[in-house]
């Protein structure tokens, strides 16, 4: 997993993004960020069980479902099960260390 740092890859909504296996951040202070990091690296966990395009597939067939289910674009990202698990764990720096197989299941 290596951080790059490029403005230029994400929307303007977003400030870093997980794409397995990088983790891209529109601003170096963000490598500081050891929460936000801590979140984007519980993503490519979970891309890499998910072996990275089903991951892909399903965030967004969710996503649909959400935006469908709640009529609130970010209300919808915010209930996405990967992003569940990213938002409630993201301040625990140990979470990956003792995360078990696929445990964004516990959040749909």
């Known amino acids: 997993m290596r951080?790059?740092?490029?403005?230029y890859l994400i929307g303007r909504r977003f400030v870093g993004i997980a794409l397995w296996p990088f983790i891209v951040v529109k601003d170096s202070l963000l490598k500081e960020d050891e929460a936000f990091?801590?979140?984007?690296?519980?993503?490519?966990?979970?891309?890499?069980?998910?072996?990275?395009l089903p991951f892909y597939l399903i965030y967004f067939v969710e996503y649909v479902?959400?935006?469908?289910?709640?009529?609130?674009?970010?209300?919808?990202?915010?209930?996405?099960?990967?992003?569940?698990?990213?938002?409630?764990?993201?301040d625990d720096l140990d979470y990956l260390k003792n995360r078990k197989?696929?445990?964004?299941?516990?959040?749909?």
């Open 65 to 90: 479902i959400r935006v469908l289910q709640y009529r609130d674009t970010q209300k919808a990202y915010r209930n996405i099960s990967f992003e569940r698990e990213a938002y409630y764990n993201e």
């Open 37 to 52: 990091i801590n979140h984007e690296r519980i993503h490519i966990r979970q891309q890499a069980e998910l072996l990275v």
């Open 3 to 7: 951080i790059v740092v490029n403005k």
């Open 101 to 108: 197989l696929w445990s964004f299941m516990k959040y749909w």
